[in-house]
């Protein structure tokens, strides 16, 4: 059964930090991750897709990069600011099985001015 | 604008009733989702629909049912069987299953 898992729960940095979130998975057989911002009371917003074949993905100052083989992946935020706190979610699609996405309980982002 | 749509925003219900969530999209996407977020807990899946007349069973379908009459729609009924509905809803929707995800903003559901 795949599971994910975020590392750490909760993060506290001062503004201007380039910071990196982790995600990790327990089963490579993935058709793709998915990376996701949540802000408080809101529904998730879609930051990055990775498909299984690819290493990395930019959008602005985020990079995401995917290690199928080890069962990882980083969410990269360069000269975070405060409007960078949320919750960011890591989710999988597991190749076969009940072909849904597989979330990651989060990491809460909090970047202090 | 393209997205989806859910409403109302807030729910409340008295024990014992049965309530409806809305969930609309114009992404003109064939799989919508019905997931269920709880502090503390990832999300977990209650349902999802590839076509249209067509859903299937998520890991937590016990206590909800739905129906995917439209494209457009995929409405998510809470009965009174589900035996602690309180929570925050969300849906999404996909061109197809494995490809990116996009949700709405959410229900909250309080029973009082």
């Known amino acids: 059964k795949q599971e994910v898992t975020q590392i750490p729960a909760a993060l506290s940095v001062p503004e201007g930090e380039n910071l990196v979130l982790n995600c990790s998975f327990t089963?490579?057989?993935?058709?793709?991750l998915q990376w996701f911002r949540q802000d408080p009371g809101k529904g998730l917003t879609s930051l990055l897709l990775?498909?299984?074949?690819?290493r990395e993905q930019t959008s602005g100052r985020l990079n995401a990069s995917l290690d199928k083989s080890s069962g990882r992946s980083t969410l990269y935020i360069a000269a975070s600011q405060p409007g960078d706190s949320a919750t960011y979610l890591c989710?999988?699609?597991?190749?076969?099985?009940?072909?849904?996405?597989?979330f990651g309980k989060g990491t809460k982002l909090t970047v202090n001015p | 604008d393209g997205g989806i749509t859910q409403s109302p925003k807030y729910l409340f219900r008295k024990e014992g009733q049965n309530v409806t969530l809305s969930c609309e999209q114009n992404?003109?996407?064939?799989?919508m989702y019905w997931y269920r977020q709880d502090p503390g807990q990832g999300l977990r899946l209650i349902y999802y629909?590839?076509?249209?007349?067509?859903?299937q069973k998520g890991d937590i379908a016990e206590g909800y049912s739905v129906s995917r009459e439209k494209k457009e729609s995929f409405p998510l009924t809470v009965t009174s069987a589900q035996k602690n509905p309180t929570a925050f809803y969300l849906c999404?929707?996909?061109?197809?299953?494995?490809?990116?995800?996009?949700f709405g903003q959410g229900t909250r559901l309080t029973v009082v």
């Open positions: 992404l003109n996407h064939d799989a």
């Open positions: 989710a999988v699609h597991p190749q076969g099985g009940s072909e849904k996405l597989v």
């Open positions: 089963d490579s057989a993935i058709y793709n």
């Open positions: 999404a929707s996909s061109t197809g299953l494995n490809t990116e995800a996009f």
């Open positions: 990775i498909q299984s074949s690819q």
């Open positions: 629909s590839q076509i249209v007349n067509d859903f």
